[in-house]
Protein backbone atom coordinates (compact mmCIF):
# COMPACT_ATOMS: atom_id res chain seq x y z
CA UNK A 1 0.00 0.00 0.00
CA UNK A 2 1.21 3.15 -0.68
CA UNK A 3 2.87 5.23 1.87
CA UNK A 4 0.43 7.98 3.26
CA UNK A 5 -2.33 5.75 3.34
CA UNK A 6 -3.49 3.64 6.37
CA UNK A 7 -6.10 1.13 7.42
CA UNK A 8 -6.61 0.61 10.72
CA UNK A 9 -8.10 -3.09 11.74
CA UNK A 10 -8.55 -4.84 14.86
CA UNK A 11 -6.60 -7.64 15.71
CA UNK A 12 -9.39 -10.08 15.56
CA UNK A 13 -10.62 -9.68 12.16
CA UNK A 14 -13.15 -6.86 12.07
CA UNK A 15 -13.06 -4.58 9.44
CA UNK A 16 -11.11 -1.44 10.04
CA UNK A 17 -11.81 1.78 11.04
CA UNK A 18 -11.66 4.67 9.08
CA UNK A 19 -8.93 7.34 10.77
CA UNK A 20 -9.30 10.57 11.01
CA UNK A 21 -7.69 12.38 7.98
CA UNK A 22 -7.35 16.16 6.80
CA UNK A 23 -9.71 16.50 4.75
CA UNK A 24 -12.23 14.85 6.96
CA UNK A 25 -11.31 17.43 9.32
CA UNK A 26 -11.48 20.37 6.93
CA UNK A 27 -14.79 19.36 5.36
CA UNK A 28 -16.62 19.80 8.88
CA UNK A 29 -15.31 22.49 10.28
CA UNK A 30 -16.23 24.13 6.74
CA UNK A 31 -19.56 22.84 7.23
CA UNK A 32 -20.26 23.87 10.74
CA UNK A 33 -19.09 27.00 10.09
CA UNK A 34 -22.55 27.45 8.81
CA UNK A 35 -23.82 26.36 11.95
CA UNK A 36 -21.96 28.75 13.66
CA UNK A 37 -23.41 31.52 11.57
CA UNK A 38 -26.97 29.84 12.58
CA UNK A 39 -26.17 29.84 16.64
CA UNK A 40 -24.97 33.68 15.64
CA UNK A 41 -28.20 35.42 14.10
CA UNK A 42 -30.04 33.68 17.10
CA UNK A 43 -27.81 35.38 19.70
CA UNK A 44 -27.50 38.47 18.09
CA UNK A 45 -30.60 39.82 18.71
CA UNK A 46 -30.87 39.36 22.21
CA UNK A 47 -28.18 41.83 24.52
CA UNK A 48 -28.57 44.75 21.83
CA UNK A 49 -32.02 45.12 22.35
CA UNK A 50 -32.62 48.45 24.02
CA UNK A 51 -30.31 50.22 21.36
CA UNK A 52 -31.88 49.02 18.51
CA UNK A 53 -34.92 49.62 20.00
CA UNK A 54 -33.86 53.34 20.32
CA UNK A 55 -33.15 53.32 17.20
CA UNK A 56 -36.36 52.37 15.87
CA UNK A 57 -37.98 55.11 18.05
CA UNK A 58 -35.52 57.63 16.57
CA UNK A 59 -36.58 56.45 12.68
CA UNK A 60 -40.15 56.44 13.69
CA UNK A 61 -40.24 60.00 15.35
CA UNK A 62 -38.36 61.06 12.21
CA UNK A 63 -40.95 60.25 9.61
CA UNK A 64 -43.26 61.45 12.12
CA UNK A 65 -41.75 64.90 11.89
CA UNK A 66 -41.97 67.60 14.16
CA UNK A 67 -45.60 67.88 14.69
CA UNK A 68 -46.10 63.97 15.50
CA UNK A 69 -45.92 62.48 19.02
CA UNK A 70 -42.64 62.53 21.23
CA UNK A 71 -42.19 58.50 20.94
CA UNK A 72 -43.24 55.41 19.10
CA UNK A 73 -46.65 53.93 20.79
CA UNK A 74 -45.11 51.06 23.16
CA UNK A 75 -47.32 48.71 21.62
CA UNK A 76 -45.91 49.76 17.94
CA UNK A 77 -42.65 48.79 19.41
CA UNK A 78 -43.32 45.51 20.66
CA UNK A 79 -44.82 44.26 17.89
CA UNK A 80 -41.48 46.06 15.61
CA UNK A 81 -39.50 44.48 17.86
CA UNK A 82 -40.79 40.70 18.09
CA UNK A 83 -41.46 40.62 14.28
CA UNK A 84 -37.43 41.60 13.95
CA UNK A 85 -37.27 37.99 16.05
CA UNK A 86 -39.58 36.25 14.66
CA UNK A 87 -39.36 36.73 10.50
CA UNK A 88 -35.72 35.09 11.29
CA UNK A 89 -38.10 31.97 11.75
CA UNK A 90 -40.30 32.43 8.93
CA UNK A 91 -37.39 32.84 6.64
CA UNK A 92 -35.98 28.98 8.38
CA UNK A 93 -39.62 27.99 7.75
CA UNK A 94 -39.49 28.95 3.93
CA UNK A 95 -36.43 27.78 3.66
CA UNK A 96 -36.55 24.49 5.05
CA UNK A 97 -38.67 22.85 3.06
CA UNK A 98 -36.36 23.51 0.10
CA UNK A 99 -33.82 21.51 1.78
CA UNK A 100 -34.48 18.24 -0.28
CA UNK A 101 -35.02 19.80 -3.55
CA UNK A 102 -31.73 21.98 -3.31
CA UNK A 103 -29.72 19.21 -1.84
CA UNK A 104 -30.72 16.84 -4.92
CA UNK A 105 -29.98 19.05 -7.08
CA UNK A 106 -26.84 21.06 -6.75
CA UNK A 107 -25.35 18.69 -4.07
CA UNK A 108 -24.45 18.97 -0.53
CA UNK A 109 -21.60 21.26 -0.99
CA UNK A 110 -22.52 23.21 -3.71
CA UNK A 111 -25.95 23.79 -2.00
CA UNK A 112 -23.68 25.51 1.30
CA UNK A 113 -21.76 26.95 -0.81
CA UNK A 114 -24.40 28.91 -3.22
CA UNK A 115 -26.28 29.57 0.53
CA UNK A 116 -23.45 31.90 1.54
CA UNK A 117 -25.49 34.58 -1.14
CA UNK A 118 -28.56 34.60 1.32
CA UNK A 119 -26.05 35.78 4.13
CA UNK A 120 -24.40 37.95 2.79
CA UNK A 121 -27.24 39.44 1.40
CA UNK A 122 -28.96 39.55 4.63
CA UNK A 123 -26.22 40.86 6.82
CA UNK A 124 -25.45 43.61 4.57
CA UNK A 125 -29.27 44.92 5.04
CA UNK A 126 -28.87 44.28 8.31
CA UNK A 127 -25.49 46.23 8.35
CA UNK A 128 -27.10 48.92 6.74
CA UNK A 129 -30.21 49.65 8.32
CA UNK A 130 -29.18 52.24 10.25
CA UNK A 131 -27.10 54.62 7.81
CA UNK A 132 -30.22 54.37 5.64
CA UNK A 133 -33.19 55.20 8.65
CA UNK A 134 -34.92 51.66 7.57
CA UNK A 135 -35.78 49.28 10.52
CA UNK A 136 -37.45 47.51 7.52
CA UNK A 137 -34.38 46.97 5.94
CA UNK A 138 -32.88 45.30 9.12
CA UNK A 139 -36.31 43.29 9.16
CA UNK A 140 -35.87 42.16 5.89
CA UNK A 141 -32.03 41.34 6.66
CA UNK A 142 -33.37 39.09 9.41
CA UNK A 143 -35.63 37.24 6.88
CA UNK A 144 -32.74 36.50 4.41
CA UNK A 145 -30.15 35.13 7.43
CA UNK A 146 -33.20 33.38 8.65
CA UNK A 147 -33.87 31.10 5.17
CA UNK A 148 -29.70 30.99 4.74
CA UNK A 149 -30.21 29.68 8.18
CA UNK A 150 -33.29 27.40 7.79
CA UNK A 151 -31.16 25.76 4.77
CA UNK A 152 -27.32 25.10 6.86
CA UNK A 153 -30.16 23.75 9.68
CA UNK A 154 -30.49 20.48 6.99
CA UNK A 155 -27.85 20.68 5.12
CA UNK A 156 -24.52 20.24 7.21
CA UNK A 157 -25.96 17.57 9.57
CA UNK A 158 -27.50 15.95 5.96
CA UNK A 159 -23.37 16.64 4.60
CA UNK A 160 -21.67 15.42 7.73
CA UNK A 161 -23.79 12.51 8.62
CA UNK A 162 -22.61 11.34 5.07
CA UNK A 163 -19.29 12.06 5.22
CA UNK A 164 -19.00 10.83 8.92
CA UNK A 165 -17.66 6.93 9.68
CA UNK A 166 -20.32 5.11 11.97
CA UNK A 167 -17.82 4.95 15.39
CA UNK A 168 -17.43 8.95 14.76
CA UNK A 169 -21.27 9.56 13.62
CA UNK A 170 -22.31 10.80 16.95
CA UNK A 171 -19.21 13.27 17.73
CA UNK A 172 -19.10 14.86 14.60
CA UNK A 173 -23.15 15.41 14.70
CA UNK A 174 -22.97 16.86 17.84
CA UNK A 175 -20.07 19.32 16.39
CA UNK A 176 -23.18 20.97 14.44
CA UNK A 177 -24.71 22.25 17.43
CA UNK A 178 -21.50 23.12 19.26
CA UNK A 179 -20.90 25.55 16.60
CA UNK A 180 -24.42 26.90 17.04
CA UNK A 181 -23.84 27.46 20.69
CA UNK A 182 -20.44 28.16 20.00
CA UNK A 183 -21.96 31.42 17.43
CA UNK A 184 -24.99 32.12 20.32
CA UNK A 185 -21.85 33.08 22.84
CA UNK A 186 -19.68 34.70 20.36
CA UNK A 187 -22.89 37.00 19.48
CA UNK A 188 -24.02 37.76 23.15
CA UNK A 189 -19.77 38.07 24.42
CA UNK A 190 -19.94 41.06 21.00
CA UNK A 191 -23.05 42.18 21.95
CA UNK A 192 -21.96 43.53 25.48
CA UNK A 193 -21.76 47.63 25.43
CA UNK A 194 -18.08 47.61 26.06
CA UNK A 195 -17.78 45.83 22.54
CA UNK A 196 -20.35 46.07 19.56
CA UNK A 197 -23.62 46.39 21.38
CA UNK A 198 -23.33 50.33 21.86
CA UNK A 199 -25.85 53.03 19.60
CA UNK A 200 -23.01 53.12 16.97
CA UNK A 201 -21.50 50.14 16.87
CA UNK A 202 -24.98 47.79 16.51
CA UNK A 203 -25.36 47.81 12.82
CA UNK A 204 -21.54 46.26 12.56
CA UNK A 205 -22.67 43.93 15.48
CA UNK A 206 -25.36 42.51 12.76
CA UNK A 207 -23.62 42.77 9.57
CA UNK A 208 -20.18 41.05 10.73
CA UNK A 209 -21.95 37.63 10.40
CA UNK A 210 -20.77 38.12 6.16
CA UNK A 211 -17.35 37.16 7.57
CA UNK A 212 -18.07 33.23 8.35
CA UNK A 213 -20.12 32.90 5.13
CA UNK A 214 -16.65 34.27 3.16
CA UNK A 215 -14.67 32.16 5.02
CA UNK A 216 -16.85 29.10 4.27
CA UNK A 217 -16.89 30.40 0.31
CA UNK A 218 -13.47 29.85 0.80
CA UNK A 219 -13.10 26.72 2.10
CA UNK A 220 -15.80 24.47 0.90
CA UNK A 221 -14.42 24.20 -2.76
CA UNK A 222 -11.48 22.34 -1.19
CA UNK A 223 -13.75 19.98 0.49
CA UNK A 224 -14.98 16.85 -1.47
CA UNK A 225 -18.49 16.36 -1.83
CA UNK A 226 -20.46 13.64 -0.25
CA UNK A 227 -19.52 10.32 -1.75
CA UNK A 228 -23.06 8.90 -0.50
CA UNK A 229 -24.24 11.58 -3.09
CA UNK A 230 -22.08 11.34 -5.83
CA UNK A 231 -22.67 7.67 -6.34
CA UNK A 232 -26.27 6.77 -5.14
CA UNK A 233 -27.99 10.17 -6.34
CA UNK A 234 -25.49 10.76 -9.27
CA UNK A 235 -24.60 7.69 -10.32
CA UNK A 236 -20.66 9.09 -10.14
CA UNK A 237 -18.41 6.02 -9.56
CA UNK A 238 -15.35 7.89 -10.45
CA UNK A 239 -15.70 10.66 -8.38
CA UNK A 240 -17.38 8.68 -5.85
CA UNK A 241 -13.94 6.75 -5.71
CA UNK A 242 -12.09 10.14 -5.32
CA UNK A 243 -13.66 11.11 -2.60
CA UNK A 244 -13.80 7.93 -0.52
CA UNK A 245 -9.76 8.13 -1.04
CA UNK A 246 -10.08 11.58 0.36
CA UNK A 247 -12.47 11.61 3.26
CA UNK A 248 -10.54 7.74 4.42
CA UNK A 249 -6.95 8.11 3.72
CA UNK A 250 -6.89 4.99 1.90
CA UNK A 251 -5.39 4.40 -1.50
CA UNK A 252 -8.11 1.02 -2.32
CA UNK A 253 -11.74 2.26 -1.06
CA UNK A 254 -13.55 -0.79 -3.43
CA UNK A 255 -14.38 -2.69 -0.25
CA UNK A 256 -16.68 0.70 0.82
CA UNK A 257 -17.48 1.30 -2.80
CA UNK A 258 -18.83 -1.95 -2.66
CA UNK A 259 -20.77 -1.30 0.24
CA UNK A 260 -22.54 1.40 -1.70
CA UNK A 261 -23.32 -0.49 -5.04
CA UNK A 262 -25.03 -2.71 -2.74
CA UNK A 263 -27.14 0.04 -0.92
CA UNK A 264 -27.67 1.54 -4.19
CA UNK A 265 -28.79 -1.91 -5.70
CA UNK A 266 -31.55 -1.58 -3.15
CA UNK A 267 -32.34 1.95 -3.17
CA UNK A 268 -33.64 1.35 -6.63
CA UNK A 269 -36.37 -0.33 -5.53
CA UNK A 270 -37.25 2.69 -3.06
CA UNK A 271 -37.34 5.81 -5.29
CA UNK A 272 -36.58 9.43 -3.42
CA UNK A 273 -39.52 10.21 -1.78
CA UNK A 274 -41.45 13.51 -2.14
CA UNK A 275 -42.87 15.30 0.31
CA UNK A 276 -46.73 14.30 -0.10
CA UNK A 277 -45.25 10.44 -0.49
CA UNK A 278 -43.20 10.43 2.19
CA UNK A 279 -46.35 11.96 4.52
CA UNK A 280 -48.35 9.18 3.05
CA UNK A 281 -45.60 6.17 3.60
CA UNK A 282 -46.88 4.03 6.38
CA UNK A 283 -44.01 2.69 6.64
CA UNK A 284 -41.93 5.97 7.33
CA UNK A 285 -44.48 7.07 9.85
CA UNK A 286 -43.19 6.04 13.00
CA UNK A 287 -39.76 7.54 12.37
CA UNK A 288 -41.02 10.55 11.11
CA UNK A 289 -43.67 11.25 13.60
CA UNK A 290 -40.09 10.77 16.30
CA UNK A 291 -38.05 13.21 14.06
CA UNK A 292 -40.79 15.61 14.42
CA UNK A 293 -41.63 15.63 17.65
CA UNK A 294 -38.00 15.69 18.66
CA UNK A 295 -37.65 18.78 16.65
CA UNK A 296 -40.83 19.98 18.81
CA UNK A 297 -39.08 19.43 21.93
CA UNK A 298 -36.20 21.19 21.08
CA UNK A 299 -38.06 24.41 20.52
CA UNK A 300 -41.08 24.24 22.95
CA UNK A 301 -38.58 23.60 26.48
CA UNK A 302 -38.44 27.48 25.91
CA UNK A 303 -34.55 27.19 24.98
CA UNK A 304 -34.77 29.97 22.26
CA UNK A 305 -37.14 32.11 24.63
CA UNK A 306 -34.10 32.36 26.93
CA UNK A 307 -31.34 33.30 23.91
CA UNK A 308 -34.29 35.62 22.67
CA UNK A 309 -35.18 37.30 25.41
CA UNK A 310 -32.90 36.02 28.47
CA UNK A 311 -31.49 39.59 28.60
CA UNK A 312 -35.21 41.07 29.57
CA UNK A 313 -35.79 38.10 32.02
CA UNK A 314 -32.91 38.76 33.80
CA UNK A 315 -33.72 42.30 33.96
CA UNK A 316 -37.12 41.51 35.42
CA UNK A 317 -35.60 39.53 37.77
CA UNK A 318 -33.91 42.10 39.41
CA UNK A 319 -30.42 41.61 38.02
CA UNK A 320 -28.14 44.49 37.90
CA UNK A 321 -26.03 43.46 34.81
CA UNK A 322 -28.44 41.20 32.39
CA UNK A 323 -26.17 41.26 29.65
CA UNK A 324 -23.36 39.51 31.89
CA UNK A 325 -25.94 36.78 32.96
CA UNK A 326 -26.89 36.42 29.37
CA UNK A 327 -23.37 35.67 28.87
CA UNK A 328 -23.34 33.19 31.63
CA UNK A 329 -26.11 31.33 30.10
CA UNK A 330 -24.07 31.27 26.85
CA UNK A 331 -21.26 29.81 28.29
CA UNK A 332 -22.86 26.68 30.21
CA UNK A 333 -24.68 26.22 26.98
CA UNK A 334 -21.30 25.72 24.93
CA UNK A 335 -19.72 24.11 28.25
CA UNK A 336 -22.28 21.14 28.51
CA UNK A 337 -22.32 20.91 24.39
CA UNK A 338 -18.80 19.08 24.91
CA UNK A 339 -19.75 17.04 27.72
CA UNK A 340 -40.13 36.07 41.13
CA UNK A 341 -40.40 38.62 42.74
CA UNK A 342 -37.66 41.92 43.05
CA UNK A 343 -36.32 40.20 46.09
CA UNK A 344 -32.40 40.51 45.93
CA UNK A 345 -31.58 36.87 46.60
CA UNK A 346 -33.90 35.54 43.82
CA UNK A 347 -32.07 37.49 41.31
CA UNK A 348 -29.42 34.91 41.97
CA UNK A 349 -32.13 32.20 41.56
CA UNK A 350 -33.16 33.15 38.41
CA UNK A 351 -29.99 33.25 36.95
CA UNK A 352 -28.82 29.51 38.43
CA UNK A 353 -32.14 28.35 37.29
CA UNK A 354 -31.76 29.37 33.61
CA UNK A 355 -28.25 27.92 33.51
CA UNK A 356 -29.00 24.76 34.79
CA UNK A 357 -32.42 24.43 32.26
CA UNK A 358 -29.56 25.48 29.20
CA UNK A 359 -27.12 23.10 30.96
CA UNK A 360 -29.69 20.33 30.73
CA UNK A 361 -31.01 21.34 27.49
CA UNK A 362 -27.30 20.79 25.81
CA UNK A 363 -27.05 17.30 26.98
CA UNK A 364 -30.26 16.20 25.03
CA UNK A 365 -32.63 17.91 23.47
CA UNK A 366 -30.17 20.56 22.16
CA UNK A 367 -28.00 18.51 19.82
CA UNK A 368 -29.67 15.22 18.97
CA UNK A 369 -32.64 16.50 17.18
CA UNK A 370 -30.80 17.92 14.19
CA UNK A 371 -28.48 14.60 13.06
CA UNK A 372 -31.03 11.87 14.34
CA UNK A 373 -32.74 12.55 11.38
CA UNK A 374 -29.78 10.88 9.08
CA UNK A 375 -29.76 8.02 11.37
CA UNK A 376 -34.00 7.12 11.07
CA UNK A 377 -33.88 7.77 7.49
CA UNK A 378 -32.43 6.16 4.25
CA UNK A 379 -30.89 7.75 0.96
CA UNK A 380 -34.33 7.79 -0.46
CA UNK A 381 -36.79 9.34 1.83
CA UNK A 382 -34.08 11.54 3.81
CA UNK A 383 -34.06 15.03 2.07
CA UNK A 384 -37.53 15.00 2.51
CA UNK A 385 -37.56 13.94 6.29
CA UNK A 386 -35.15 16.82 6.61
CA UNK A 387 -37.16 19.07 5.04
CA UNK A 388 -40.34 18.03 7.24
CA UNK A 389 -38.22 18.00 10.20
CA UNK A 390 -36.83 21.60 9.87
CA UNK A 391 -39.93 22.80 8.79
CA UNK A 392 -41.74 21.74 12.09
CA UNK A 393 -37.83 23.29 14.29
CA UNK A 394 -38.40 26.48 12.81
CA UNK A 395 -42.47 26.81 12.73
CA UNK A 396 -41.98 26.57 16.77
CA UNK A 397 -39.07 28.83 16.56
CA UNK A 398 -41.31 31.62 15.05
CA UNK A 399 -44.00 30.96 17.49
CA UNK A 400 -41.79 31.41 20.36
CA UNK A 401 -40.10 34.24 18.99
CA UNK A 402 -43.36 35.95 17.95
CA UNK A 403 -45.48 35.02 21.24
CA UNK A 404 -43.04 34.68 24.39
CA UNK A 405 -43.50 38.83 24.68
CA UNK A 406 -47.30 38.10 24.91
CA UNK A 407 -47.55 35.43 26.81
CA UNK A 408 -44.43 36.54 29.13
CA UNK A 409 -46.97 39.92 29.54
CA UNK A 410 -50.04 37.90 30.31
CA UNK A 411 -48.71 35.38 32.61
CA UNK A 412 -45.42 36.79 34.45
CA UNK A 413 -42.98 34.59 36.25
CA UNK A 414 -45.49 31.54 35.59
CA UNK A 415 -44.86 31.46 31.99
CA UNK A 416 -41.89 28.61 32.52
CA UNK A 417 -44.22 26.67 34.06
CA UNK A 418 -46.11 26.26 30.58
CA UNK A 419 -42.76 24.88 28.57
CA UNK A 420 -42.37 22.32 31.95
CA UNK A 421 -45.75 20.63 31.12
CA UNK A 422 -44.73 20.52 27.27
CA UNK A 423 -41.37 18.99 28.31
CA UNK A 424 -42.79 16.45 30.93
CA UNK A 425 -44.76 15.54 27.94
CA UNK A 426 -42.15 15.31 25.59
CA UNK A 427 -39.43 13.07 28.18
CA UNK A 428 -42.08 9.77 28.12
CA UNK A 429 -42.93 10.38 24.57
CA UNK A 430 -39.04 9.81 24.05
CA UNK A 431 -38.71 7.03 26.93
CA UNK A 432 -41.33 4.94 25.38
CA UNK A 433 -40.51 5.06 21.64
CA UNK A 434 -36.82 6.90 20.50
CA UNK A 435 -34.77 3.61 19.95
CA UNK A 436 -30.90 4.00 20.95
CA UNK A 437 -28.94 4.69 18.03
CA UNK A 438 -25.21 4.93 19.33
CA UNK A 439 -22.95 2.77 17.91
CA UNK A 440 -25.49 0.92 15.77
CA UNK A 441 -25.44 0.51 11.83
CA UNK A 442 -28.11 1.99 9.58
CA UNK A 443 -29.86 -1.51 9.05
CA UNK A 444 -29.68 -2.31 13.19
CA UNK A 445 -31.83 0.93 13.57
CA UNK A 446 -34.25 0.45 10.54
CA UNK A 447 -35.10 -3.32 12.47
CA UNK A 448 -36.47 -1.35 14.73
CA UNK A 449 -38.94 0.06 13.03
CA UNK A 450 -40.11 -2.45 10.85
CA UNK A 451 -39.37 -6.18 11.71
CA UNK A 452 -36.86 -8.25 14.17
CA UNK A 453 -34.33 -10.09 12.02
CA UNK A 454 -34.47 -14.15 12.63
CA UNK A 455 -31.09 -15.61 14.05
CA UNK A 456 -30.32 -16.86 10.74
CA UNK A 457 -29.77 -13.33 9.68
CA UNK A 458 -28.27 -12.11 12.82
CA UNK A 459 -25.36 -14.57 12.70
CA UNK A 460 -25.00 -14.50 8.71
CA UNK A 461 -25.77 -11.78 7.60
CA UNK A 462 -22.60 -8.76 7.99
CA UNK A 463 -23.64 -5.39 8.84
CA UNK A 464 -21.65 -2.42 8.13
CA UNK A 465 -21.66 1.41 8.29
CA UNK A 466 -23.56 2.38 5.07
CA UNK A 467 -25.98 -0.39 4.79
CA UNK A 468 -29.38 0.68 3.51
CA UNK A 469 -31.94 1.72 6.40
CA UNK A 470 -35.60 0.94 5.11
CA UNK A 471 -37.67 -1.54 3.27
CA UNK A 472 -37.62 -2.85 -0.35
CA UNK A 473 -40.48 -1.76 -1.94
CA UNK A 474 -42.63 1.24 -1.73
CA UNK A 475 -45.87 1.47 0.36
Not at 211 to 226: G, T
Not at 322 to 335: D, K, L, S, W
Request: charged share 15%; glycine share 10%.
Amino acid sequence: MPSGFQQIGSEDGEPPRQRVTGTLVLAVFSAVLGSLQFGYNIGVINAPQKVIEQSYNDTWLGRQGPEGPGSIPPGTLTTLWALSVAIFSVGGMISSFLIGIISQWLGRKRAMLFNNALAVLGGTLMGLAKAAASYEMLILGRFFIGAYSGLTSGLVPMYVGEIAPTHLRGALGTLNQLAIVTGILIAQVLGLESMLGTATLWPLLLGITVLPALLQMVLLPLCPESPRYLYIIRNLEGPARKSLKRLTGWADVSEVLAELKEEKRKLERERPLSLLQLLGSHTHRQPLVIAIVLQLSQQLSGINAVFYYSTSIFESAGVEKPAYATIGAGVVNTVFTLVSERVPAMSYVSIVAIFGFVAFFEIGPGPIPWFIVAELFSQGPRPAAMAVAGFSNWTCNFIIGMGFQYVADAMGPYVFLLFAVLLLGFFIFTFLKVPETRGRTFDQISAVFHRTPSLLEQEVKPSTELEYLGPDEND
